[in-house]
């Protein structure tokens, strides 16, 4: 292919260039709405105009795959219909319209590997900037935590996970942690000429987002990416996957650390962690994403029984407990807090987190449960146990998201749904694409311990394991 050809491909115009910002906020923005205005909606209509005007020849193609999509989850649908009402359709549109946005993004920029990484860099600089303001006002004492979560909840109309940990740090989880943490196999996906200051960028701003979200879950799939891709890439640039995150974590260690900041706010100061009125045990319950149901309603009349689930209770009397452990004889046991207030011990060895796994042990019994009252065809989309929501507003949503298909679809479903994810590893195999199958794998096994499977970050995931796919299944060139 002439280098004329290369330069048209990897072209950038004003209407890939829209798509790239249109698509990087659909994928990054936590909620659907902002102050109530149905964003995503607006975003995505503005999209798919934008896809009609450059690239009118694909609108049947798009078509065709979107019938198909619809086609293969009718009966499904019609089943949960039947048992759960819209919330089948609710559950649908989670599913679809992650679909919707990655096909979009896949049609315009799939041979466009300099479009690629500036949407890579896109998402992430959306991800960065909605964390790094809501730590902002926590850090610098402008607010304090339920300022922030108010402020928060009243901007995107939905909370983030979060609670506030020893030394006031505070953690800000999202379900795009998990996308954010794949950017470095992204990257390599693309095969992109990336120049040195855009990976520094995308690395330092990908580090933050990762590391407050204080998911442990999250921090190993983002530190096994960047030595896949140090390892990949050590002749060019692939020091900036090791250098750059560690930089920016031991920055945020020395930010928020009460030795740096000793009594200089109530943010910083480990001898107030004790006498504040902010408690530990200010837990938030899940988040919803409802990114991937744009204009989503906050309640839902017709869900039964909504229980509040004892292991949030439970779990907040077991971070009052820690904080009492770790924090006993404040002075004189500077050296041992260093310790135990570590956030890496927290995550790791802490026994509240016994406490959370304990729920998706919780969970498991109920979704097998639910599957053996029919297990041939399933429950249906939307469908949930009524004793065990999640969620009052999605209470079809569990941590484990890819077993609670198992119910829904039953084996039927099931059985189809592993056919296709088999034949996915056996073409990226065949075609020796082992970055598009480890991504494969991790976010399939990510989806058995999170909701991360159906939210618009997810779209980023199925743009690349597409491309990956289909060029592998063509036998396309990887540098293609």
């Given amino acids: 292919m002439s280098m004329e050809m290369m330069a048209g491909k990897n072209r950038i115009n004003i209407f890939i260039a829209m798509e790239i910002i249109l698509i990087g906020l659909i994928m990054s923005l936590p909620t659907g709405s902002i102050y109530g205005i149905p964003l995503k909606i607006v975003l995505l209509a503005a999209s798919i105009i934008a896809f009609c005007i450059y690239k009118p020849k694909n609108i049947i193609k798009l078509v065709v795959v979107c019938i198909i999509v619809f086609s293969a989850t009718a009966l499904w649908l019609a089943i949960g219909m039947s048992f759960w009402g819209r919330l089948a359709i609710r559950e649908f549109q989670m599913i679809f319209v992650p679909i919707l946005v990655s096909l979009t993004a896949f049609f315009v920029m799939k041979k466009n590997a300099k479009a690629l990484l500036y949407l890579i860099a896109a998402f992430v600089f959306f991800c960065f900037l909605v964390k790094f303001f809501t730590c902002l006002f926590f850090y610098f004492g402008i607010r304090d935590f339920d300022g922030v979560f108010s402020a928060y909840v009243s901007v995107f109309g939905a909370p983030f996970v979060g609670l506030v940990i020893n030394n006031h740090l505070m953690r800000v989880f999202l379900s795009s942690d998990m996308a954010v943490a794949m950017v470095p ?56 996957a090791i250098i750059a995150p560690i930089a920016t974590v031991t920055f945020l260690q020395l930010v928020t650390s009460s030795y740096v900041y000793d009594g200089a706010s109530h943010a910083f100061s480990r001898v107030a962690s004790h006498n504040d009125d902010i408690s530990v045990s200010q837990v938030i319950a899940e988040s919803n994403d409802t990114s991937a149901n744009p204009g989503a309603e906050n309640t839902i009349a017709e869900a039964p029984n909504v229980i509040e689930m004892p ?20 002075e004189g046991q ?59 507003t999605e209470p079809y949503s569990y941590e484990l998201q890819l077993f609670s298909l198992l119910p829904k679809l039953g084996i039927v479903g099931s059985l189809i749904l592993t056919g296709f994810i088999v034949w996915c590893f056996i073409v990226l195999g065949r075609d020796q694409r082992y970055i598009g199958m480890l991504v494969l ?40």
């Fill in 311 to 330: 292991s949030v209770k439970e779990e907040n009397k077991a971070s009052e407990k820690n904080n009492e452990i770790d924090n006993k004889n404040i």
């Fill in 441 to 480: 794998a991790m976010f399939l096994v990510a989806g058995m311990l999170n909701p991360y499977l159906f939210s618009s970050s997810a779209s980023l995931v199925y743009l690349f394991m597409m491309r990956e796919v289909v060029m592998a299944y063509k036998r396309e060139p990887k540098n293609a």
């Fill in 185 to 240: 196999l992204f990257i390599l996906i693309s095969r992109g000429n990336a120049s040195k200051k855009l990976l520094i960028s995308i690395f330092v701003m990908s580090a933050f987002t990762v590391f407050v979200g204080y998911s442990r879950s999250v921090w190993g799939v983002y530190a096994l990416s960047c030595l896949i891709f140090f390892g990949m890439s050590v002749r060019k640039n692939g020091w900036i």
């Fill in 334 to 392: 500077v050296d041992r807090e260093d310790l135990n207030n570590s956030i890496f011990y927290q995550r790791f060895l802490k026994f509240n987190n016994e406490l959370s796994d304990g729920i998706r042990t919780q969970q498991a019994s109920a979704l097998w449960g639910l599957f053996l009252q029919h297990p041939v065809l399933g429950v249906g989309l939307g469908g949930y146990d009524v004793n065990l929501i999640r969620s009052a």
